[in-house]
Structure formats: C-alpha cells, structure tokens
C-alpha cells in the first residue's frame, strides 16, 4: 500500500484514447454512408438507363407531348437529389443522354447514358483532392421501331 502513491495516474486515459479514436472512426462510417448512397444511385441510373432503352427501341414516349423522353426518364429518378441536384454531393441534375451511333436504322444499336458528378465527403473537398466522380449507367438495344416520338440528345445537369 505504501507504493500505490509512486504509480502514474490512469484517470482520463479512455477519454483521451476516445477522442483520438473518434475522428478517424466517424470518417469512416461517413465514408460508407456515402459509398452505399453512391452506389444506390449508380443501380438507380443503370435501371433507368434500360427503362429509356427499351422505350426508345419500341418509339414510345410515356411523357407524352408535354416531356421528352430524356426528361420523363429524369423524372424518374428515386431520390430529389439525383433528380433535381442542387446539394453538395449532388450539385447538378442528372444527365440523360439517348445515341445513335450508327444513324436511326433498323436494327441499329439505340444506347442510352445516365449520369451524375458525384462529389464524396462534400465537407472535406478542399482539403482533399480526387473527391469527384462520375456516377454512370448505360444501356444498348437495337432499334425494333423509327424514332418519331422522340429525339436523339441529352437533358440535364453537366455530368
């Protein structure tokens, strides 16, 4: 019992280890937040790819006269983010862009791109670099129908 009073201290030891730990563990979990909302959009935008596809190929526009094809398939879009962009991750709209490659003939591949900048950790971009990418899907289908209900081109934000 006498030597007890010559040993160090250890109160606050967990406290400082914490507050070392929590930063590193809070990028992190951050860090896979934004992996898995980045890789949602990357499946939302490959389904929408094959949807625009395949209403290409068949000539059909379910917007109607009142939208383009690009622009129905904009709509689309599961979130208000990938759809509207307008926040840090997402600055811009989604972009969606229908090609022929080979010039409107049937049997020709018709190939639709949809895509988004994806900006990872918005809060750390000036510190980081290599923090954007570009979120793409795609879908080729060979032309069954002339194109007279829509048009080639893309609609949306600057991906």
């Not at 860090?31 to 389904?47: D, P, Q, R, S, V």
Request: with cysteine; hydrophobic share 40%.
């Amino acid at each position: 019992m006498r030597f007890t009073r010559f040993l160090p201290d250890q109160r606050g030891t967990a406290l400082v280890e914490f507050a070392l730990v929590l930063p590193v563990f809070l990028l992190l979990v951050i860090g896979m937040l934004h992996f898995g909302k980045a890789f949602n959009y990357w499946i939302n935008e490959t389904h929408l790819a094959n949807e625009a596809a395949r209403f290409a190929v068949v000539n059909k526009n379910p917007g109607g006269t009142t939208s383009t094809l690009q622009q129905y398939i904009q709509a689309q879009a599961d979130t208000p983010e990938l759809r509207d962009g307008g926040t840090d991750s997402v600055p811009d709209s989604m972009k969606v862009c229908i090609e022929f490659p080979q010039g409107q003939v049937v049997g020709a591949p018709v190939t639709v791109t949809v895509s988004t900048d994806y900006h990872w950790l918005p809060f750390l971009a000036n510190e980081l670099s290599g923090t954007n990418v570009t979120v793409r899907g795609s879908a080729t289908m060979r032309l069954e129908a002339l194109p007279t209900n829509y048009s080639a081109g893309c609609v949306g934000g600057a991906a």
